[in-house]
């Protein structure tokens, strides 16, 4: 039995970060010089509990938007509405990305797609339907 809560604690303990790679980030402060492993453990832990609560947050979001793959926009709103984390956080999100019309987004295809060249060996299909020079059509 006593065996048993000696695991549970041991595995309580443990933290999903390396220690190390924590560690190596907590020194390039300049004004820290040794990190306790007491401090080491706090700092892992608290950075798992918060970025669990930004999945929580998110995930609820893509919910509400009947969305099932949580993207970048749902982690914004979900850090806009959490006013302690907005403060801080929302200045180093990436802008979202500026709102397209159907028009502009299949232009932008079109384009993409004329920019390419063939490869080597092959036509392009459009140059297939395209009016000769001449103006007259092929006979059979």
Do not use: C
Not at 98 to 127: M, Y
């Amino acid at each position: 039995m006593a065996e048993e809560e000696e695991n549970v604690e041991e595995a309580s303990i443990r933290t999903e970060f390396p220690a190390g790679r924590v560690k190596k980030i907590m020194r390039l402060d300049k004004e820290v010089n040794k990190v306790t492993s007491e401090a080491l453990f706090i700092v892992s832990r608290s950075t798992e509990l918060f970025l669990r609560f930004l999945a929580e947050k998110s995930a609820e979001v893509a919910t509400e938007k009947k969305r099932k793959i949580v993207k970048s926009e749902h982690l914004r709103i979900a850090v806009k509405r959490h006013r302690p984390t907005s403060d801080f956080l929302l200045d180093s999100l990436p802008a979202p990305p500026a709102p397209q019309s159907q028009e502009e987004a299949s232009v932008g295809r079109k384009r993409e797609v004329a920019n390419k060249p063939a490869p080597a060996g092959t036509r392009r299909i459009d140059a297939f339907f395209a009016k000769s020079a001449s103006g007259a059509s092929p006979s059979a």
